[in-house]
């Protein structure tokens, strides 16, 4: 049962798996990012009713570019139709993206302009889509703010300290994911929110992204309520804390 007393304010989702799920049932990878949609609407409406701040979905990283240029049209097609302003503003949900938006069409840019600008009165839910986005990209362009302010005399570089690196990353307006889920059965990272996961939770599960529903979400928020968080801490240090 989940405690929603205890429920993590943030959760991230690398969606992995649609190209294998499409390909499984002998159909082309792009269905599989079809798919994918359907499972995005699931976990964002039922974030959203839980009561979850914020939810982060890794949609499209610096390295996918590198993909077939059909299957990145197709993903950035499908994004086009699929951000759907009025199902956010029903919903309360304010939409953000982060990620190197020099790198996408004008077209997709205007509609996630769009779609930011329009839905930044809702205080629901805010979902993040990370698109063409990058840990190392988005610290490297940290640093290079940073640099810029202190050129222009207004940080110390002995002042520089782990608030501020925060604080000019381009998604300093969320907290730290307490939960970070990859689906797909792969265990690895692939750049997404290094810094921001340095003390996060991760959950691992074989189901492709396009079958993720609800119950698989509900087992992930589970799963991370069974953990105890120590941060570096003893465990009896934490149970003391948590009897106060
Ligand atoms: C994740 O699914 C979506 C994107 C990376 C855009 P994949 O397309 O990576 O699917 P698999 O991992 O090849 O099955
Ligand atoms: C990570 O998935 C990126 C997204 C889910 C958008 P990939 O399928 O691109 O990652 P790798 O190649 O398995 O590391
Ligand atoms: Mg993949």
């Known amino acids: 049962m989940i405690d929603i007393q205890r429920l993590p304010k943030h959760i991230a989702i690398i969606m992995d798996g649609n190209g294998r799920w499409a390909q499984a049932r002998g159909m082309v990878r792009s269905k599989g990012h079809q798919a994918g949609v359907e499972a995005v609407d699931r976990v964002t409406a039922e974030c959203s009713r839980m009561g979850i701040k914020y939810l982060t979905l890794y949609t499209f990283s610096t390295e996918n570019w590198n993909r077939?240029?059909?299957?990145?049209?197709?993903?950035?097609?499908?994004?086009?139709?699929?951000?759907?302003?009025?199902?956010?503003?029903?919903?309360?949900?304010?939409?953000?993206?982060?990620?190197?938006?020099?790198?996408?069409?004008?077209?997709?840019?205007?509609?996630?302009?769009?779609?930011?600008?329009?839905?930044?009165?809702?205080?629901?839910?805010?979902?993040?889509?990370?698109?063409?986005?990058?840990?190392?990209?988005?610290?490297?362009?940290?640093?290079?703010?940073?640099?810029?302010?202190?050129?222009?005399?207004?940080?110390?570089?002995?002042?520089?300290?782990?608030?501020?690196?925060?604080?000019?990353?381009?998604?300093?307006?969320?907290?730290?994911?307490?939960?970070?889920?990859r689906t797909g059965g792969e265990q690895r990272i692939s750049n997404y929110l290094l810094w921001q996961c340095a003390y996060s939770e991760l959950y691992f599960t074989d189901i492709f992204w396009p079958d993720f529903d609800e119950k698989a979400l509900h087992q992930a928020i589970e799963d991370y309520q069974q953990r105890e968080r120590r941060f570096g801490k003893t465990s009896a240090q934490v149970k003391a804390e948590t009897e106060k």
Not at 87 to 113: A, H, Q, W, Y
Not at 126 to 153: F, K, N
């Open 68 to 181: 077939p240029p059909e299957e990145v049209n197709a993903i950035m097609q499908l994004l086009i139709t699929s951000l759907v302003e009025e199902t956010f503003m029903k919903n309360n949900v304010r939409m953000r993206v982060i990620g190197d938006r020099k790198r996408l069409s004008p077209e997709v840019r205007k509609c996630i302009e769009d779609c930011e600008e329009h839905t930044s009165v809702n205080n629901g839910l805010t979902l993040v889509i990370a698109l063409s986005y990058s840990s190392r990209w988005e610290i490297t362009d940290a640093v290079q703010h940073i640099a810029r302010q202190v050129l222009e005399g207004n940080i110390k570089p002995a002042d520089i300290n782990e608030q501020t690196i925060a604080e000019n990353l381009e998604s300093h307006f969320m907290p730290d994911p307490e939960l970070l889920i």
